[in-house]
T-cell receptor
């Protein structure tokens, strides 16, 4: 039982390049989330998926797209990376009906030059 | 507009003493509160939570206190141990609607031997 896994762990992009951050959970959770963490800003919600087949914007969705591929997987795509998207990205999952507690992956550290 | 605030970026405590981490919130719709702990290069992990129907919740060395009238909660760690050194995030959620978490900016706790 790996919990929440994220790939890659580290990535360096040039401005304008695109990439997809992958997230998968093996806990049979319904809801999944993408956050970014920046110094002095805490964790801010980018997008979330309440259940398979649905996605919604969070607090800071601009510049990102998401896909809930199936119940296990939730990917985050940067179509045209900008230096302002340099951050640490965390994926999380939870059972929405029973707990507010979210389980987090180890994070992806992204640098955009 | 920061709805959840942790005004102390850092706190230093000696081993064996009490650590008190504080959190303030502005949204009166919040009715569930959580504390997460984060070590470097890892994702946040759930520590303890409290519902607004309670004013205290204990779990071993960790106690969370909630003062609804002041919109303030605190996390007490007694006794503090060097392994408690981490960044602590306060988070809040409103049970009305989908259960999204709003995070504070975090407090870095250093427990010295």
């Amino acid at each position: 039982n790996a919990g929440v896994t994220q790939t890659p762990k580290f990535q360096v992009l040039k401005t304008g390049q695109s990439m997809t951050l992958q997230c998968a959970q093996d806990m049979n959770h319904n809801s999944m989330y993408w956050y970014r963490q920046d110094p002095g800003m805490g964790l801010r919600l980018i997008y979330y998926s309440a259940s398979e087949g649905t996605t919604d914007k969070g607090e800071v969705p601009n510049g990102y797209n998401v896909s809930r591929l199936n119940k296990r997987e939730f990917s985050l795509r940067l179509e045209s990376a900008a230096p302002s998207q340099t951050s640490v990205y965390f994926c999380a999952s939870t059972l929405p009906d029973s707990s507010y507690e979210q389980y987090f992956g180890p994070g992806t550290r992204l640098t955009v030059t | 507009d920061q709805q959840v605030k942790q005004n102390s970026p850092s706190l230093s405590v000696q081993e064996g003493r009490i650590s008190i981490l504080n959190c303030d919130y502005t949204n009166s719709m919040f009715d569930y509160f959580l504390w997460y702990k984060k070590y470097p290069a890892e994702g946040p992990t759930f520590l303890i939570s409290i519902s607004s129907i309670k004013d205290k919740n204990e779990d071993g060395r960790f106690t969370v206190f909630l003062n609804k009238s002041a919109k303030h909660l605190s996390l007490h760690i007694v006794p503090s141990q060097p392994g408690d050194s981490a960044v602590y995030f306060c988070a809040a959620s409103a049970s009305l609607g989908f259960q999204k978490l709003v995070f504070g900016t975090g407090t870095r706790l250093l427990v010295s031997p």
